[in-house]
C-alpha cells in the first residue's frame, strides 16, 4: 500500500475543501438538461394518475355530502378528505409507474476507477461501537478481497459526546485498524465541538479532508455495502461527469423483532416497486436519503453548504433533515441526483419497537417540518421542493387524519342531539339534517381502501415473477406474510397518527426535538414506560368508543380498527418489540426475507467480528484505561489535540477536572465529582489524564 503522511493522532494530512453556505436568496445561472421521455409518460402516470384519482373521490365525497343542503362540517370533511386522499393516490400511482418501469441497474461494469479515491465516511453520535466497526470491518475485507484497497479508504467521524462510549469507541477502531493493517486504511477523528449536529460533522470532513477524495460513500451506524456495489456505485459516478450523488435503494436486514420484521418484509416486497416508480418520474431531480449513497465531494463542498435558517421556532437554527436540502442544492447547481433502484447489496436496519421508531420520528419530524422555511429558496427544482412537501405531509396527514375522524364523531353527536340550525329563515316543514348518501359512502370507502392497497398488492404481484424473492420466500409464505403485515399496519396506523400529531404539536409549540442517539438494538420496555408512553392513546380510543356506542353504533362499527388499535396501544407498543413472537414467525417463514434464507458471507463476517468486539469490550472502561498501558495508549492514539483556549474563554471543563483530581484523594473519588464534560476534557487530554493515573 502507499506511503502517506499523517499528523500526529494518525489521521491523514489535511487536504482541505471550501465548503460555503449557500445563499437561499439567490438563483444560480445554470441550465439542466431536459428530462427524457420515460420521466415525462413517468410523472404523467404518477401525478396525472393521482390528480385523477383525488378528483374522481372528492367527486364522490361531495355528492354524499350534497345529498341536501351541505352543513359547514361537511365541506370541512369534504376538504379533509382531498388532503389525505391525495398522498395515498400519489402512492398508488407511484407504484404503477414502478410495476411498469424496471429501473437501471446500472451498465458502468467497463469504467476504470484505479485513478479515483472513494472513502466511507461514517459519521457516529454515542453508536454502539461492536456494531459500527464491525460492518465496516466487513466491508473492509471484501474490498481488499477484492482488489480495491488502493481505490477506497473508510474514515470514521465522531461525535460520540459519552465519556464511557468514547473509550469503547476508540478501542474498537484500534482493534479494526489492527484487524484490517496492511489491507485496507483505516481514520478516525473525534470533534470537540459538535455544531451543526451530523451535517456540521461532515462539513467538517469536507472543509478539511475532502480534497484528498474524489467521492465519498455516506453510511450510518447500521450501514452495510458489498464491494461489488461500492465498486458500482465509484463506476457509475465515474461514467457520468454530471452525477452529483446516486442513492442506492437499502434492504432492511437483521431484524430480530416483530416490528423490525414487518418492516423489512414490507421494505423487501414492495419497497422496490414504489421505489422504481420514484425513480422513473424524479429522473434526475431525485432525492438523497443521507445514507448508502455515493457523493462527488467537489461538488458537494461546492454547493451544498448549508445555512442556519434564521425566523421563529421551529424553522430557525441548523438544518436537522440535511439529506434533502443538500440534494435539492446539488440539484440547483446543475449536478444530478438520481437512485438505482435494482443495485442490490445495500443494507440497512429498521428501530426495533414502536417506542424506538417514535423517538427518532420526533427528529424526522421536526426536521421535515423545518423544510417549510427552505421552500422559499430561490432556484430549486420543483420535484426537490415537492420531494420536501412529501416529507412534511408524512407528518402532517396524521392531525388532518385525526381532525377527520373527529369531525365525523360531532357530527354523530350533533345529528343525535340535533343541536344544529334544523330550520332556516326560508318557511319549511322540515328541518336542514347533515343528509349523507350511505350507499355512495360505503362505495368511496371500498374505493379508498383498494387505493390504499394497491402499492402492496402491486409489489407483491411483482415479487411473484422476482426469482430473487419468489425462489427463497415462497409464494404462499409471502402471501401469509403481506396478511400478517397488513394486519398490523391497520392496528399500528392509528397510533401513529396520535403519536405523530403530537409531535407536530409539540414542534409548533416550539419544542426542540434534541439529538438523542438512535436505538438499534432492543432488550425490551418496561410495561411502566409503555403505560406512560401510550396511555393516552388508550384514553383517546376509549373515549372516542364510548362516544360512539352511545351516539351512532353504525359509525363505531366503520371506525372500530382505528378504535381498536388505539385501546390495545399499550399491549401492541409491547408485541412491537417483542423477540418471541418474532422468532415463532420465522419458524413458520412468515415474514422472512432472502438474507434469512441464504447467507451471505459479508453479513456472517460481520456478525463474526461484532462477536469478538462485544467480548473485548467488556474489559474495556475508563477504569481499564487507568489500569493498563495499553489501553491507555490505545485510546490516545487516536485522540486529536483539543483546540487551544482563545482570550476570554478559558478551557473551564479542564481546569475544573485538574482542582478535581488535585482535591482527591483517589481516582474513583475524582471520576465521582466530575460530570460528563469535565471526564471528556480529562480524557481529551493525556497530561490531564495521566495526574489520575499517577493516584492510583
Request: hydrophobic share 45%; proline share 5%.
Amino acid at each position: 500500500m502507499d506511503q502517506i503522511k499523517i499528523d500526529s493522532q494518525g489521521a491523514p494530512i489535511e487536504s482541505p475543501l471550501h465548503m460555503p453556505a449557500q445563499d437561499f436568496s439567490s438563483k444560480p445561472k445554470v441550465k439542466h438538461a431536459k428530462q427524457g421521455w420515460t420521466q415525462l409518460f413517468a410523472r404523467l402516470i404518477t401525478f396525472g394518475g393521482a390528480t385523477a384519482l383525488t378528483a374522481y373521490a372528492t367527486h364522490q365525497m361531495i355528492l354524499i355530502v350534497t345529498q341536501d343542503n351541505a352543513t359547514v362540517l361537511q365541506w370541512v370533511m369534504v376538504g379533509l378528505f382531498l388532503l389525505t386522499f391525495v398522498w395515498i393516490a400519489l402512492a398508488a400511482s407511484a407504484s404503477v409507474a414502478g410495476f411498469i418501469f424496471a429501473g437501471r441497474a446500472g451498465d458502468s461494469s467497463s469504467v476504470d476507477i484505479s485513478s479515483k479515491k472513494t472513502v466511507l465516511l461514517m459519521p457516529v453520535y454515542n453508536e454502539e461501537p461492536s456494531e459500527t466497526c464491525a460492518a465496516l470491518y466487513s466491508m473492509g475485507k471484501e474490498l481488499a478481497a477484492n482488489n480495491l484497497s488502493e481505490q477506497f479508504e473508510i474514515f470514521i467521524i465522531s461525535d460520540s459526546n459519552d465519556p464511557d462510549v468514547w473509550v469503547q469507541e476508540t478501542a474498537a477502531v484500534s482493534k479494526l485498524k489492527e484487524a484490517l493493517s496492511g489491507e485496507i486504511k483505516v481514520w478516525y477523528r473525534r470533534r470537540h465541538n459538535n455544531k451543526a449536529k451530523k451535517a456540521g460533522n461532515v462539513h467538517d470532513f469536507v472543509s478539511r479532508w475532502g480534497g484528498r477524495y474524489d467521492y465519498m460513500i455516506l453510511l450510518d451506524a447500521d450501514s452495510l455495502l458489498s464491494a461489488a456495489t461500492l465498486k458500482t456505485l465509484a463506476q457509475e459516478m465515474a461514467s457520468d461527469e454530471q452525477a452529483g450523488i446516486i442513492q442506492t435503494l437499502p434492504t432492511l436486514y437483521r431484524g430480530d423483532t416483530l416490528f423490525a420484521r414487518l418492516q423489512q418484509f414490507a421494505g423487501t416486497v414492495y419497497g422496490p416497486i414504489v421505489a422504481r416508480g420514484i425513480t422513473a418520474w424524479q429522473g434526475n431531480d431525485g432525492n438523497y436519503w443521507g445514507h448508502n449513497a455515493i457523493i462527488r465531494v467537489s461538488a458537494f463542498a461546492e454547493s451544498a453548504g448549508l445555512p442556519a435558517i434564521g425566523g421563529v421556532k421551529p424553522f430557525k437554527g441548523d438544518i436537522l433533515s440535511h439529506d434533502f436540502v443538500e440534494a435539492a442544492l446539488m440539484r440547483r447547481a446543475g449536478w444530478s441526483v438520481r437512485m438505482l433502484p435494482a443495485l442490490k447489496g445495500s443494507w440497512e436496519e429498521s428501530p426495533p419497537s414502536l417506542s424506538d421508531v417514535a423517538t427518532r420520528d420526533r427528529r424526522w419530524a421536526q426536521g421535515n417540518i423545518q423544510h417549510l422555511a427552505v421552500l422559499k429558496a430561490k432556484g430549486l427544482r420543483w420535484p426537490n421542493r415537492f420531494h420536501m412537501l412529501t416529507g412534511v405531509m408524512g407528518y402532517m396527514a396524521s392531525p388532518i387524519w385525526f381532525a377527520l375522524i373527529l369531525i365525523g364523531i360531532v357530527m354523530a353527536i350533533q345529528i343525535h342531539y340535533v343541536n344544529i340550525e334544523y330550520f332556516s329563515d326560508q318557511p319549511s316543514l322540515f328541518p336542514q339534517w347533515p343528509v349523507f348518501d350511505s350507499e355512495r359512502m360505503i362505495a368511496l370507502f371500498i374505493f379508498t381502501m383498494g387505493i390504499l392497497l394497491v402499492p402492496k398488492v402491486l409489489g407483491l404481484i411483482k415479487a411473484f415473477f422476482h426469482p430473487s424473492l419468489r425462489q427463497p420466500l415462497g409464494i404462499i409464505r409471502m402471501t401469509l406474510g403481506t396478511l400478517v403485515e397488513m394486519f398490523f399496519s391497520i392496528l399500528y396506523a392509528p397510533i401513529f397518527m396520535l403519536i405523530h400529531s403530537q409531535h407536530i404539536f409539540d414542534i409548533f409549540r416550539g419544542r426542540d426535538s434534541g439529538w438523542a442517539t438512535q436505538q438499534r438494538q432492543h432488550n425490551g420496555t418496561p410495561w411502566l414506560q409503555l403505560v406512560r408512553q401510550h396511555y393516552w392513546h388508550t384514553l383517546i380510543g376509549v373515549g372516542m368508543s364510548l362516544l360512539l356506542y352511545q351516539y351512532s353504533p353504525t359509525l363505531l362499527i366503520w371506525l372500530s380498527p382505528t378504535l381498536i388499535g388505539l385501546v390495545l396501544s399499550i399491549p401492541l407498543s409491547a408485541i412491537s418489540g417483542s423477540k418471541s413472537v418474532a422468532k415463532w414467525l420465522k419458524f413458520l417463514g412468515i415474514l422472512n426475507i432472502p438474507e434469512e434464507v441464504y447467507a451471505f458471507s459479508i453479513i456472517s463476517q460481520r456478525d463474526r467480528f461484532a462477536a469478538q468486539l462485544r467480548e473485548h469490550l467488556q474489559t474495556v472502561s475508563i477504569r481499564s484505561l487507568l489500569e493498563t498501558d495499553r489501553y491507555r495508549s490505545s485510546h490516545f492514539n487516536l485522540v486529536a489535540e483539543a483546540p487551544l483556549p482563545t482570550p476570554g474563554n478559558p478551557k473551564v471543563n479542564s481546569i475544573i477536572a485538574e482542582h478535581k483530581i488535585n482535591d482527591a484523594s483517589n481516582p474513583q473519588e475524582a471520576l465521582s465529582w466530575m460530570n460528563k464534560q469535565e471526564i471528556l476534557a480529562m480524557l481529551s487530554e493525556p497530561l490531564l489524564f495521566n495526574k489520575l493515573t499517577k493516584m492510583t
